[in-house]
């Protein structure tokens, strides 16, 4: 038997120990197992003689292993959500069910399950997430998703490993510059986070590029950033991702990564944007799916596997109505291509609020003009406010 969402064998046997079950006697057990019922849990339903006594155990190389007991109700029924705890390292499972009744007959039956992948159980969240200083504390955060209950594990920072006990958070000091790998190591898993750890007095990698918008910010930040971090600028002025004859960005992304390496990408870009992409026109869901597609292509570069962190900065609300469209249209599409990374390393910073809330133009923000004459770029007022936006969010990651 088989039901909807779940792996289901159920397998009803005679009665033991008192060979042919009588004419009139109880009926035999029959057990069903599945996944369906809560995340992280096998749940098993029993049916057979009322009032029995049950045993359920798991069979294992041909040995049962009883993990729960239980009473059959008057109805003859038993039935639990979280009977068995799912695990990495053993996914096909056998249940056996074994009830016994007052007069000392038996019954069993079997079912079989096979428990989902592991592969995104355990998340590793990291503070900082990215470029963390030698001699500097690590803060490693472990989840579980499936929430089983505690868990045994290891984590490791290269070659020096600490017990755990999952879910927890783990503070660690990196000792040496350069490469390294966090290991969590459990049971049937392995969770693996890439770093790149900068020298006691390192300054931060930064690349603040994109199309014109960029600019100004990015002076902003290098200024902002003396001293800390060393930023490097690339403002391609007119290009975008829709119009690669003038500027293939997926391609350029991947230039900049390989010569920079930059643990810090900040990018601001989408001015120009409104072509065709693949013959399909803006604004549509079509366009957008493409556009998010070149976008995350980027970002996976800029990401770098884990040692790098990108803020994509998203457009405020030009004056041009013909253009707010397409910038609607951009945004979304940001937004989205963002949501297939972890929050540690792609963050999309979200200007609309603070400069066009509900995404309605305005030139000034309390009395103070903060967009140039041509209705779409900050002027020098509008980017330092972006500006700060980025240096909170740099401590707040750890950065600086």
């Given amino acids: 038997m088989r039901s909807r969402g779940a792996a289901i064998l159920s397998v009803s046997c005679c009665s033991l120990g008192l060979g042919a079950r009588p004419a009139g006697a109880q009926s035999p057990t029959a057990l069903t197992a599945d996944t369906h019922t809560t995340k992280g849990w096998i749940g098993v339903r029993v049916t057979g003689p009322a009032g029995g006594a049950l045993t359920l155990s798991e069979v294992v190389d041909g040995v049962p292993r009883p993990f729960a007991t239980g009473t059959l109700t008057a109805g003859g029924t038993y039935a639990s959500r979280r009977a068995l705890a799912w695990r990495c390292d053993r996914r096909a499972r056998t249940l056996l069910a074994t009830v016994l009744v007052a007069d000392g007959t038996s019954s069993q039956a079997q079912a079989a399950v096979r428990t989902p992948s592991c592969a995104s ?12 200083r030698v001699g500097r504390r690590l803060s490693v955060a472990v989840h579980d998703a499936w929430h089983t209950g505690r868990t045994a594990a290891r984590l490791c920072l290269g070659r020096a490993c600490r017990p755990l006990t999952v879910p927890a958070t783990a503070h660690l000091r990196p000792g040496r510059g350069g490469l390294a790998r966090i290991e969590l190591r459990a049971p049937g898993v392995t969770v693996r986070r890439r770093l790149e750890v900068r020298g006691r007095h390192a300054r931060l990698r930064l690349l603040a590029t994109g199309d014109s918008m960029i600019q100004i910010v990015d002076s902003d930040l290098k200024a902002r950033l003396s001293g800390r971090a060393r930023v490097t600028s690339d403002a391609r002025v007119s290009t975008g991702l829709s119009k690669p004859l003038l500027l293939n960005w997926p391609l350029h992304a991947r230039r900049q990564v390989a010569a920079r390496r930059p643990e810090v990408t900040v990018v601001f870009i989408g001015a120009n944007d409104g072509f065709a992409i693949g013959g399909v026109p ?39 109505a013909a253009w707010q469209r397409i910038y609607h249209a951009v945004n979304i599409a940001i937004r989205r291509a963002a949501g297939g990374f972890p929050a540690d390393e792609v963050t999309v910073v979200d200007l609309v609020p603070v400069f066009t809330p509900g995404e309605r133009f305005r030139a000034s923000i309390h009395g103070r003009v903060v967009r140039q004459g041509d209705g779409v770029h900050l002027n020098v007022a509008g980017a330092a406010i972006a500006a700060r936006l980025l240096m909170r969010r740099l401590r707040a990651d750890g950065f600086i």
């Fill in 121 to 132: 159980r355990f998340t590793l969240r990291l503070r900082p997430s990215t470029a963390p």
């Fill in 282 to 320: 803006c604004c549509g869901e079509r366009w957008i799916a493409r556009y998010a597609g070149r976008v995350r292509a980027m970002m996976d570069d800029y990401r770098r596997g884990g040692a790098g962190h990108v803020y994509w900065l998203t457009l405020p609300t030009p004056r041009s």
